[in-house]
């Protein structure tokens, strides 16, 4: 059983241009949630999508967006990339519906460099 | 919104000993507390979960205590080996398919 699927792995990319990142959840999951992991850091929420919409947002611009897909996989996209956008972004995966036994379960992340 | 703070933020062992990180969080809307443990390269691994109606939780050397009332939480972990270096965050949300909110993160090292 594959777990949480990220890719690509590393990305370099100049200020001004736009990312997608990918996502495949756990199998069994249908909510996808995307972390940003500055260096030093915890993970801060960026947003979860359930049933491909957007159910909660973090305190991030608008810049960056997302999106969930027919079979659970899902994207984030950041345009206009600016030096700080440097991070590990994780991508992370559950059941939307909960349930006492229902955990979050990490990818391994794609570390994106903005130069 | 939600916060989490941790303590201490880099801790050192020698094989053997006992570990504690402790933590607490603003929101009294939390019910769910879980701790991850993140090595270089990795995503942050789930290695143990409370939830609000529990005050202690023990999975084989790692246990984890929760005082609501005190919105503290602790992450203790014995017999502490070399595979056991790496950073570990406690987290807190309203449920476990909820947003969570990570603290800053402990760098744990077991000397040999």
């Known amino acids: 059983d594959a777990g949480v699927t990220q890719s690509p792995t590393h990305l370099i990319k100049t200020r001004g241009q736009q990312v997608t990142l990918r996502c495949s959840p756990k199998s069994g999951h249908d909510t996808v949630s995307w972390y940003q992991q500055a260096l030093g850091q915890g993970p801060q929420f960026i947003f979860q999508?359930?049933?491909?919409?957007?159910?909660q947002r973090g305190n991030f611009p608008d810049r960056f967006s997302g999106h969930q897909f027919p079979n659970y996989s899902s994207e984030l996209n950041v345009n206009a990339l600016l030096l700080g956008d440097s991070a590990l972004y994780l991508c992370a995966s559950t059941s939307g519906t909960g349930g006492v036994n229902e955990k979050l379960f990490f990818g391994s992340g794609t570390q994106l460099s903005v130069l | 919104g939600e916060n989490v703070e941790q303590h201490p933020s880099t801790l050192s062992v020698q094989e053997g000993d006992s570990a504690v990180i402790k933590c607490t969080y603003s929101d009294s809307a939390s019910n769910y507390f879980p701790w991850y443990k993140q090595e270089l390269g990795k995503g942050p691994q789930l290695i143990i979960d409370i939830r609000s109606n529990v005050g202690e939780k023990k999975d084989q050397r790692i246990a984890v205590t929760l005082n609501k009332t005190a919105k503290h939480f602790s992450l203790h972990i014995t017999e502490t080996q070399p595979e056991d270096s790496a950073v570990y965050f406690c987290?807190?949300?309203?449920?476990?398919?909820?947003?969570?909110?990570f603290g800053p993160g402990t760098s744990l090292s077991v000397i040999p």
């Open positions: 999508y359930y049933e491909e919409e957007e159910r």
């Open positions: 987290a807190a949300s309203e449920a476990s398919y909820d947003k969570v909110i």
